[in-house]
């Protein structure tokens, strides 16, 4: 089984080497690694040109999604790895998605992220990863069947934001497997409040265009809002814990007034 790893790029100077260098060493005979260059302004491109055994697709700045799919339809593997240009995959990440999709009718496999620079971040995601059965995966690690993914549609008509979430949601309703693996990559998150907002923000308003918003999420989003910080004063006792589970309900009050901003835009 060969794989080809696709890099989204966009002024990603200071960590797109990184990126590379950890994947590179696990890459066997026929696969490849893709970048594409999402009309950065910084050296990336120079970067990436010093990389001569990856294959470089530019084109106008368009988003992290049609970079990826770019990077998709020009892969000559079946197995197709999605990683940001800001993240590291562990040693045996290639290894990992090899076995996965070995498992009879997997169209996508994927897992999660760590904070390379985020202590807080990753107290929250233990938590998140201790009291979930079903994790979600992360469009920064995440891998697909071209031949599956083709039969039912997967990577049509991708939205801007969110696309990861659209992917995983058609996956679940097609015939074929979503398989999460326990294999997270390192990748750099926002840590100021402002970077955070824009995030969330940018977030929750390609959740609309993700469509399919049910009246049943909407009031889902209000109770949370509300019930939220009760639940988080029972952790009081726990600074770390308490300080993430705060950092995260900000999160969500940006992103629920990108949600509304979407929704608004869109009538």
């Known amino acids: 089984m060969n794989v080809s790893v696709v890099i989204p790029c966009y002024n990603a100077e200071s960590t797109i080497q990184a990126t590379i260098t950890s994947i590179l060493p696990q890459l ?96 929250y995601l233990d938590f998140i990863s201790k009291h979930t059965k079903k994790p979600n995966g992360s469009g920064t690690n995440m891998s697909i069947n071209k031949t599956f993914a083709k039969e039912i549609g997967l990577m049509k008509d991708l939205p801007k934001y969110s696309w990861d979430k659209l992917v995983q949601e058609r996956a679940q309703a097609s015939k074929y497997n979503k398989v999460f693996y326990d294999c997270p990559v390192l990748t750099h998150t926002p840590t100021s409040l402002i970077s955070i907002a824009k995030q969330s923000f940018r977030y929750g308003r390609g959740r609309t265009s993700r ?49 509304a901003y979407g929704i608004i835009t869109r009538l």
């Open 28 to 123: 066997t005979l026929n696969d490849e690694i893709i970048c594409v260059n999402d009309a950065s302004t910084d050296s990336t491109g120079i970067i990436i040109q010093e990389n001569n055994v990856i294959k470089i697709f530019s084109h106008q700045n368009e988003g992290v999604a049609k970079s990826i799919k770019k990077g998709y339809d020009h892969a000559k593997n079946n197995i197709i790895c999605i990683i940001d240009a800001d993240s590291i995959a562990p040693q045996n990440w290639i290894k990992t998605i090899k076995l996965t999709h070995e498992i009879p009718n997997t169209i996508i496999a994927c897992g999660t992220y760590r904070s390379i620079n985020d202590k807080t971040r990753n107290t």
């Open 211 to 259: 469509g399919n918003l049910k009246l049943t999420f909407l009031i889902k989003r209000l109770t949370e809002l509300i019930i939220r910080p009760f639940i988080t004063l029972f952790f009081i006792h726990k600074p770390l814990l308490f300080k993430a589970l705060w950092i995260e309900y900000y999160r969500t009050i940006i992103h629920t007034g990108g949600l």
